[in-house]
């Protein structure tokens, strides 16, 4: 068997031939989320002090970047033609 009838008959049907077996961990995944847990574990407090130095244009757009991370996202509301436009409290 020739390596070309090899590759075809194995990949073409599906067949997992090499790589890391499912379920399995990325190491080199793992070991960059802690590299980056480390570096946001030190910057965590230094935060405040660096969105004061920032213009409010741009203050105002970091904490809005920062905020999908803390809160819920909430999806837009679209209101129909034919939809009453009353507002009940």
Aim: hydrophobic share 35%; net charge positive.
């Amino acid at each position: 068997m020739s390596l070309y009838t090899y590759k075809k008959d194995s990949m073409a049907t599906g067949k997992k031939t090499g790589g890391r077996q499912a379920g399995t961990p990325n190491i080199v995944t793992t070991e960059l989320r802690q590299v980056l847990k480390q570096i946001l574990a030190k910057e965590y407090s230094g935060i405040p002090q660096l969105l004061d130095k920032l213009e409010p244009k741009d203050r105002l757009d970091m904490i809005v970047k920062l905020s999908k991370y803390v809160m819920p996202t909430v999806e837009a509301v679209h209101f129909k033609e034919d939809e009453p436009l009353s507002w009940t409290l």
